[in-house]
């Protein structure tokens, strides 16, 4: 699923996320619980504010993100959501 994401820049230029927005509203990132690079995308394992696990990529080619796995708070993974990370 194609995503908006707002980054926050570093004093080294990398972005990190910082809000994922889409047509339902606006997450925050609480928490950054992992991250690792493949040879086309960045990923990142996040905890959002409303305290569901998340996976983004954002594509080093096309500079667009994807969520690629969601797990609500406290419950099962959603449906049709996978973890992609190799």
């Not at 569901?52 to 080619?61: G, K, P, S, T």
């Not at 406290?74 to 959501?81: D, L, N």
Request: proline share 3%; with cysteine.
């Amino acid at each position: 699923m194609q995503i908006n994401v707002e980054c926050y820049s570093g004093y080294r230029g990398e972005e990190t996320p910082r809000f994922i927005l889409w047509e339902s509203g606006k997450i925050e990132v609480k928490k950054i619980i992992d991250r690792w690079l493949a040879p086309d995308h960045r990923y990142f394992k996040i905890l959002g504010d409303d305290h569901a696990v998340y996976i983004i990529r954002h594509d080093l080619q096309t500079w667009k993100w994807e969520l690629t796995f969601y797990q609500a708070a406290g419950g099962p993974v959603k449906e049709g959501a996978k973890d992609n990370r190799k």
